[in-house]
């Protein structure tokens, strides 16, 4: 695998964190060097959330500048359209069409801007979409929307499955684990 830099984004609560761990544990169970940097907006009251992830033969910083990222691993799309100036003009952008109302929004002094996913697909041709909110409900949990994601993630990475699922395992609480697993070769196969 070539160096790679990914930018997980999302809002509070939605598990980027989570996610950022899991992923550079399988980089560097591959014997990557790995560098992660975290930014927190006001997440716990679904502000941005933000995970910088680079992986590689060397890494010498966390931190992904604008036109940088291979990939952008979006939970949700209007952090997708802010975040989007950070890829390559030939990175991969994977949604998740999610739309969660910032603080703006829900006290009505903005609106929800429309269109996204077809202005970031215009602009992106590489922009893979996934309702992993709709995935999560069918496991009747939508909190592994996040574990979804991954396994879209892993798939589109080629990465064997099994460095995930043991990273997962390691993560994650064991009462959770098979909900996660299921969340997982969801997002995998999807």
């Known amino acids: 695998m070539k160096d790679i830099s990914i930018l997980i984004v999302g809002v509070g609560g939605q598990g980027t964190l989570l996610t950022s761990r899991i992923l550079g544990s399988v980089a560097m169970e591959l014997g ?16 941005s959330v933000v995970t910088y992830v680079k992986m590689g033969e060397k890494v010498y910083s966390p931190i992904i500048e ?32 999610q739309q969660i109302d910032p603080m703006p ?15 970031l697909s215009g602009a992106y041709p590489q922009t893979v ?16 929307v996040n574990v979804i994601m991954l396994g879209k993630i892993a798939k ?26 299921q969340a997982f070769a969801a997002g995998y196969n999807s």
């Not at 060097?33 to 679904?46: C, F, I, P, T």
């Not at 952008?72 to 991969?92: H, P, Q, S, V």
Request: aromatic fraction near 6%.
């Open 32 to 47: 990557y060097d790995v560098k992660m940097s975290e930014l927190h907006g006001m997440a716990q009251r679904g502000g």
């Open 66 to 97: 604008e036109q940088e990222a291979d990939i952008i691993l979006a939970f949700e799309e209007l952090e997708a359209l802010r975040w989007n100036k950070f890829l390559k003009k030939d990175g991969m952008m994977v949604v998740n069409t």
């Open 105 to 119: 929004v829900i006290i009505r002094k903005a609106e929800y801007p429309e269109n996204i996913t077809e202005k």
């Open 156 to 181: 589109i990475l080629d990465i064997e499955e099994e460095l995930f699922l043991k990273a997962i395992e390691a993560s994650v609480p064991p009462k959770l684990l098979e909900l996660n697993k």
């Open 129 to 144: 979409l996934i309702n992993a909110l709709e995935i999560a409900k069918s496991l009747g949990n939508v909190k592994v």
